[in-house]
Structures are given as structure tokens and as C-alpha cells.
């Protein structure tokens, strides 16, 4: 009976031990976190500093995202021998010159991506990889400093596509106006006299107008994680019908060194670019009887960061 006694309390002081020293590493933990939180805190405003010094600011980020199957005598589908894939990537850069009196901001985005479904069993069905989404965007805004938050600025903005129908069409802002900076992060171009310049080529119908440009862009970098959202709106003078807008958006946590977790996603409203799609099926079509529906995409994947 002794002995039975003996090696209970053994075991009951054996759990006390441990629970104590649970408990004292959890504060040893908790202590740890809050120095670790404190410099993280002189970190970030350092580097808070030393994105306010004068010079150049460059960065790149990218998105690829994709999948490939195959399926073979699978007869649970309606096309039991097919081969199926998608691949998009989602490229950003920026390269921007911040000094006393001025600045200058340049940036470029790339999204592009294609789809295959090849039946085998169709002769004529394609097996090749056809371009889903195809997105190019660049912009230069220049602006000469009235103080810490305005400045008189000028902007180039171009937007079409890469792969297919280079500059068919093509958009080109141009203007002058104002920016206002509220935050380092957040840069808002209000440009009342902007002229948007549009290319094309054959019968599409596309016609170039005389607005307002308001572009309102936001970049942030919070701990892994970093936001990208852009918004560029035209406001035509001569009726909403030659008006559009794009917003696209973009986030990527890292995980690894360089290499992270990317989603980007974007919005897009042209009734002069849903007018010409119509106008392939019915060339009485007009701006009245065709509907301005809302244009997406989004792309989930790796992301790489090169800072």
C-alpha cells in the first residue's frame, strides 16, 4: 500500500513539475512576443524613414497560377477522353523617383492567361492553349510639388492588350491637373483637362473624347502580407457611353523568402468596348440596345516578390 501511495505522489509531483514549467515558458513565450513585437515596431519605422529619403523606389511582383488534367475512357464525363488546362500570370512593377521638389512615378501591369480543352475524340476540336485574359497597363504621372500633400502633376496613361490585338484597341489618356498624396501609401490623380485618345483598326467602332481622369492608387505592406489597388476612372464631357473605368487589385502574403501566396482580382466597365463585341453579331446594334455589363478576372496562385 506504501509503495502505491509512494508512486502516486511521484506522478502527482511529476505533473505539478510540468505544469509549472508549462506555465513558465508560456510567460517566458509571452515575454519573448513582446520584445519581438517592440522591435518589429523600430523596424517598420525605420524603414518608414527610409522610404521618405529622396531617390529612386523600384519593386516587382508576380502572380503565376495554373492547372493541367487528363482523362482517359472516363465515362462519367459527356467527353470521356480530353485534356484539360489553364495558366495565367500576373505581372507589376513600378519604378518611381521621389525627390524634394518633384516626383516621378512609372508602372506597368501584365495579366495574361489561356485555357485548353481539347476533346480527343473531335477531330476538329483545338488542342491548343487559347488566350483567356490579356491585359496591359502603363502609366507615368510627373508632378511638381506645391507642398508635402499637392502638386501640379501631368499623366500618360496606356492600357490594351499584349498578346492578341495589340493597340485594337488601345487607350491613351493625357492630361494635367492636380495629385494629392494624404498618406505615402495612397496617391490620387484628379486631372479635370485629360483627353482619352483611343486606337483601333478596321470597323470597330471607338471614338476618342475630351474628360476628366481621377486615378486614386493605394500600396501597403503589412508585416508578409502586400496590398496593390488601382483605380482609374475616365469621365467623359461628351456622355457616359465614351466613359470606362478599371479597377484592379492585388495581394500576396509571403511565406518563404521571396516566394508567397498572390491573389488578384479587377473590374472593368467600357460600353464602347461591349458596343464593338456586339457589333460581331448584330451590326445594328447600338449603344441603347447593348447592355454595359460588368467586366472580371481573377487569378489565384504563386507569387513571387522582388523587392
Do not use: C
Amino acid at each position: 500500500m506504501k509503495r502505491i501511495l509512494l508512486f502516486m505522489l511521484l506522478i502527482l509531483g511529476t505533473s505539478l513539475s510540468e505544469a509549472q514549467t508549462k506555465e513558465e515558458l508560456e510567460a517566458l513565450k509571452a515575454e519573448k512576443q513582446d520584445s519581438i513585437d517592440a522591435l518589429t515596431s523600430k523596424v517598420d519605422a525605420l524603414q518608414a524613414e527610409i522610404d521618405a529619403l529622396p531617390g529612386w523606389r523600384l519593386r516587382a511582383t508576380g502572380t503565376i497560377g495554373g492547372s493541367v488534367s487528363g482523362f482517359n475512357n472516363w465515362y462519367a464525363k459527356d467527353k470521356p477522353n480530353a485534356s484539360v488546362g489553364n495558366f495565367g500570370v500576373n505581372v507589376f512593377g513600378f519604378a518611381d523617383l521621389i525627390e524634394d521638389k518633384f516626383f516621378w512615378k512609372n508602372a506597368m501591369n501584365i495579366n495574361i492567361g489561356w485555357v485548353k480543352f481539347d476533346d480527343r475524340d473531335d477531330d476538329t476540336d483545338s488542342d491548343n492553349y487559347e488566350v483567356a485574359n490579356d491585359i496591359f497597363n502603363l502609366s507615368s504621372l510627373y508632378g511638381r510639388k506645391l507642398s508635402d500633400k499637392f502638386a501640379i502633376s501631368g499623366l500618360m496613361e496606356y492600357r490594351s492588350t499584349l498578346v492578341n490585338n495589340f493597340n485594337n484597341p488601345g487607350f491613351l489618356d493625357l492630361g494635367v491637373g492636380g495629385t494629392w498624396t494624404p498618406l505615402s501609401e495612397l496617391v490620387v490623380v484628379i486631372h479635370p483637362a485629360n483627353y482619352n485618345f483611343v486606337f483601333s483598326d478596321g470597323d470597330s467602332q471607338y471614338d476618342s473624347s475630351f474628360g476628366a481622369k481621377v486615378v486614386a492608387d493605394y500600396t501597403k505592406k503589412f508585416g508578409g502580407l502586400n496590398v496593390k489597388s488601382n483605380l482609374s476612372v475616365f469621365l467623359s464631357y461628351e456622355g457616359s457611353e465614351l466613359s470606362n473605368y478599371t479597377w484592379t487589385n492585388s495581394f500576396s502574403y509571403t511565406i518563404w523568402k521571396s516566394l508567397g501566396i498572390g491573389f488578384d482580382f479587377g473590374l472593368r466597365k467600357n460600353h464602347q468596348e461591349a458596343l464593338n463585341f456586339a457589333l460581331t453579331d448584330d451590326p445594328d446594334a447600338t449603344f441603347d440596345t447593348v447592355d454595359n455589363d460588368l467586366q472580371s478576372f481573377w487569378l489565384l496562385g504563386l507569387n513571387i516578390n522582388l523587392d
